[in-house]
């Protein structure tokens, strides 16, 4: 009996882990952003934006946003091309998500 209980658990188990395992970067900062509106559901939403419109690297430094806001508002104020490349393609992202996951 032992044995098929343990089988379940681990049954039962496994898309949960690998829902947590697959969060992306965004995902995993939305959800530890400590937000009223923050839940799985938007937050999966918002990284299904992420991935469909951000690069890796571009997902990592925006999910740095939801600790840090300044830190947005310091690219925003940029006069690096770099930093106005990104935050073009962060506004991007912004405005998909929004209209996709109803901000």
Known sequence: MKPIWLATC???AIP????VAA????ESACMRADRKAAN???CGCIQQVADQTLRDGDQRRAATFF????KA?????????SDDAF???YKAF???????CGG
């Not at 969060?23 to 965004?26: L, R, S, T, V």
């Open 10 to 12: 681990v049954a039962l």
């Open 67 to 70: 600790k840090d806001p300044e």
């Open 94 to 100: 912004g405005a998909q998500a929004e209209a996709y």
């Open 73 to 81: 508002h310091k690219v925003w104020m940029s006069k690096n091309n």
């Open 87 to 89: 935050w073009e393609r």
């Open 16 to 19: 949960v882990l690998s829902s």
């Open 40 to 42: 799985r559901s938007l």
């Open 23 to 26: 969060a992306g970067p965004i």
